[in-house]
């Protein structure tokens, strides 16, 4: 049997998650409300936004709420996407106030984590990007973007900085967009706290094979710092409950995740905007504790020498019959 594994959920989606079309489906929920909701859910680890979840006038309060149901800080995000002043960009911007204000953002995120008793600060540069033919200078933004998160990585080593990228959204054109990308601006940042943090709809999203994105992340440097998980179809980062559109590829993510010793949290980075909240967490738990019992099933030798063949037909028998007994 494989290692236990922890789960982390988003503290808004334990709220009242809408869309573009209704703020929410749901009734608004107190703090006090989503934590209970949260403990319910069998996570033991928690994400918050800067500024929006978490600031330092509540952060107490949060806390005392962390403690109460035993929940650990998983990671925080600066809020470098929904703020105004961030429109054209934040750690990328031309105008060097905006970027000196970014930094501000995650030097504030990487104290509050610690506050929390957390290590790990998501650095989502959502509004870093373009969306027209001349609108950017390539060179300048990827040049700010490196300078400041080297600031930010040298500001307190103990707490690690994950790069999550994502292909578009709200940009045409993200900056940090792939695995490769990403992995190229942690070669260039060359700080040992900086590394990646894995969503699986966004690797589905950039038309990768998450399997092999985590593979990557894992192999060059052992720069995977977090899994998002859930799931999507390729036209949009819908964050769909686990499994429920990529099966197989599923199981195959899982396996590297294993293989590669990823002993982070398993984020479920759902949005249950129309579904039971604490039913939706569970299903994708217990979807993601079913398919690791078929992975033992297969066993890792049987899985080894799958890939030493590369006989599609067979391994899809051996999964088959370990999935469908």
Request: negative net charge; glycine residues 8%.
């Amino acid at each position: 049997m494989k290692k236990d594994i922890s789960f982390a959920v988003a503290l808004s989606a334990l709220g009242n998650p809408g869309d573009r079309f209704m703020p929410g489906y749901k009734e608004d929920r107190s703090a006090a409300e989503m934590f209970a909701l949260a403990a319910a859910a069998g996570v033991t680890g928690l994400e918050f936004v800067h500024g929006r979840d978490i600031t330092d006038e509540n952060a107490g309060e949060i806390k005392g709420y962390m403690d109460k149901y035993g929940l650990k800080c998983c990671d925080v995000l600066p809020n470098l996407f929904s703020r105004k002043e961030f429109i054209k960009g934040s750690i990328s911007s031309r105008d060097p106030a905006v970027v000196e204000e970014a930094g501000r953002e995650i030097r504030r995120a990487v104290d509050i984590t610690r506050r929390l008793g957390g290590s790990l600060v998501n650095i989502w540069p959502g509004q870093d990007g373009y969306d027209y033919p001349f609108e950017a200078d390539y060179l300048k933004a990827w040049g700010s973007m490196i300078e400041v998160l080297q600031d930010a990585a040298d500001y307190d080593p103990s707490v690690r900085l994950g790069l999550e990228y994502k292909f578009k959204e709200p940009r045409v054109h993200n900056y940090v967009s792939t695995v490769a990308k990403s992995l190229l601006l942690c070669q260039a940042i060359s700080r040992p706290n900086v590394g990646l943090i894995l969503d699986i709809g966004h690797a589905i999203l950039a038309y990768e094979n998450a399997a092999e994105s985590l593979a990557l992340a894992s192999m060059f440097g052992d720069r995977l710092f977090l899994l998002h998980i859930n799931d999507t179809r390729p036209d949009w980062d819908w964050d769909l409950n686990v499994g429920s559109v990529h099966f197989l590829d599923t199981l195959e993510w899982l396996y590297w995740a294993d293989k590669m010793g990823y002993d982070g949290y398993y984020t479920l980075d759902i949005w249950p905007a129309r579904m039971d909240t604490v039913e939706a967490i569970r299903e994708s738990i217990e979807w993601i504790r079913a398919m690791r019992r078929a992975l033992d099933r297969i066993g890792g030798s049987t899985i080894e020498n799958m890939m030493r063949e590369g006989n599609p037909a067979k391994t899809m028998k051996i999964i088959r019959e370990a999935v469908f007994r």
